[in-house]
Nanobody
Framework: QVQLVESGGGSVQDGGSLRLSCAAS????????LGWFRQAPGKEREFIAA????????RYADSVKGRFTISRDNAKSTVYLQMNGLKPQDTAVYFC??????????????WGQGTQVTVSS
């Protein structure tokens, strides 16, 4: 079982930037893929980005492509989500997730508690 703790959320204005961090523990960090998801009020949780076990492969939702960047530091057991050009529609609770294996083709198995991101116009 992987434990995940997100940080870095907050409030920014339209066009601003934030960097989310997610610290993991409980399994060998470099053995599994990681992802970020978000859930806005009244909406279902949606996929944002994922990174493979070594960091060489990434995938993004169309809504954030070119604005968000996922990365991982295996030495620090931490995954990041750099968010630039934030828009009010990015407002949501952001969740870090860990997959069972080294790639992100299946549903995640472990979830963090979430961190709030609010973008005002």
């Amino acid at each position: 079982q992987v434990q995940l703790v997100e940080s870095g959320g907050g409030s920014v204005q339209d066009g601003g930037s934030l960097r989310l961090s997610c610290a993991a523990s409980g399994r060998t960090f470099s053995s599994y893929a990681l992802g970020w998801f978000r859930q806005a009020p009244g909406k279902e949780r949606e996929f944002i980005a994922a990174v493979s076990y070594g960091g060489s492969s990434t995938r993004y939702a169309d809504s954030v492509k070119g604005r968000f960047t996922i990365s991982r530091d295996n030495a620090k057991s931490t995954v990041y989500l750099q968010m630039n050009g934030l828009k009010p529609q990015d407002t949501a609770v952001y969740f870090c997730a860990a997959y069972d294996g080294p790639w992100y083709g299946s549903d995640p198995r472990s979830w963090g508690q979430g961190t709030q991101v609010t973008v005002s116009s």
